[in-house]
T-cell receptor, first 113, second 115 residues
Framework: TQLLEQSPQFLSIQEGENLTVYCNSS?????LQWYRQEPGEGPVLLVT?????EVKKLKRLTFQFGDARKDSSLHITAAQTGDTGLYLC?????????????FGKGTKLSVIP | DTAVSQTPKYLVTQMGNDKSIKCEQN?????MYWYKQDSKKFLKIMFS???????INETVPNRFSPKSPDKAHLNLHINSLELGDSAVYFC??????????????FGPGTRLTVL
């Protein structure tokens, strides 16, 4: 069972455009995280959102945690080629009584010059 | 200084062979993990170790075995490799003081290709 659903799966846009990617779940999470993975590298944490309704900004990236803590969005303003990568949302999950981080399947973003 | 390192970066081997991937972290973290990322980029937890004790073991074949000689190292041994084992394997580590805000630091990955 996939706990975190991400959309869209693929996104190709021109440099300078705005975009939003989504992470949705039917389950409540205590927090959600966004990671970015570039080709040939491991994921790197961008942000953690903890409070329902929380909005965090990281330069041109805006992250929002849904009021019910079941969803999150990532908005990029004026995308640049350096934003190209795989964006993964993740949340803590207690499976079989043990903590683990469960990931969505990711949104692959391509920003074209 | 590399925080989480893995060796080798690429591993190409024949079906039926046994291989190991090494992982080291210099962050002083208590918990280390192994993930498998398939061809569709889905990242799934395989194992985690906390203070040298296995605390997660997902539905992974017993051909895979993690070995932790000390807190800074978590190696992955794979016996009798199969074609379906081809993937990118990531090692990660974290402090795991608070599950809600824990940050995992990932290594660069090992691309395993089984022929």
């Amino acid at each position: 069972t996939q706990l975190l659903e991400q959309s869209p799966q693929f996104l190709s846009i021109q440099e300078g455009e705005n975009l939003t990617v989504y992470c949705n779940s039917s389950s409540v999470f205590s927090s959600l995280q966004w990671y970015r993975q570039e080709p040939g590298e491991g994921p790197v944490l961008l942000v953690t959102v903890v409070t329902g309704g929380e909005v965090k900004k990281l330069k041109r990236l805006t992250f929002q945690f849904g009021d019910a803590r079941k969803d999150s969005s990532l908005h990029i303003t004026a995308a640049q080629t350096g934003d190209t990568g795989l964006y993964l949302c993740a949340g803590p999950y207690s499976g079989a009584g043990s903590y683990q981080l469960t990931f969505g399947k990711g949104t692959k973003l391509s920003v074209i010059p | 200084d590399t925080a989480v390192s893995q060796t080798p970066k690429y591993l190409v081997t024949q079906m039926g062979n046994d291989k190991s991937i090494k992982c080291e972290q210099n962050l002083g973290h208590d918990t280390m993990y192994w993930y498998k990322q398939d061809s569709k980029k889905f990242l799934k937890i395989m194992f985690s170790y906390n203070n040298k004790e296995l605390i997660i073991n997902e539905t992974v074949p017993n051909r895979f075995s993690p070995k932790s000689p000390d807190k800074a190292h978590l190696n992955l041994h794979i016996n009798s490799l199969e074609l379906g084992d081809s993937a990118v394997y990531f090692c990660a580590s974290s402090l795991l003081r608070d599950e809600s805000t824990d940050t995992q630091y990932f290594g660069p990955g090992t691309r395993l290709t089984v022929l």
